[in-house]
């Protein structure tokens, strides 16, 4: 289990009554849970967006002819970057 770590947050009273709702319909079993969880799924899709800004920058050819460097034979050194 992970190690937690209180702190203290504003919250906007409307989005505090969503969370309460979300809680009273036992999709979550505590404010906290809520919030912990919305902040992983945001820290994980800006992982995620990070991560297709960067593979977008990489030439597709350069990368399939790496690829299939490879594939068919050792290479003998990296090449720089």
């Given at each position: 289990?992970?190690?937690?770590?209180?702190?203290?947050?504003?919250?906007?009273?409307?989005?505090?009554?969503?969370?309460?709702k979300l809680?009273?319909?036992?999709?979550?079993?505590?404010?906290?849970?809520?919030i912990?969880?919305?902040?992983?799924e945001?820290?994980?899709?800006?992982d995620?967006?990070?991560?297709?800004?960067?593979?977008?920058?990489?030439?597709k050819?350069?990368?399939?002819?790496?690829?299939?460097?490879s594939?068919?034979?050792?290479?003998?050194?990296?090449?720089?970057y």
């Open positions: 289990m992970a190690v937690t770590t209180k702190i203290a947050i504003s919250v906007d009273k409307k989005v505090l009554q969503r969370i309460d809680v009273d319909q036992n999709l979550f079993p505590s404010r906290s849970r809520a912990q969880i919305a902040l992983e945001k820290l994980s899709k800006i995620k967006s990070r991560l297709a800004v960067e593979s977008s920058k990489l030439n050819s350069e990368e399939q002819s790496l690829a299939e460097e594939f068919f034979g050792e290479i003998t050194e990296w090449p720089e």
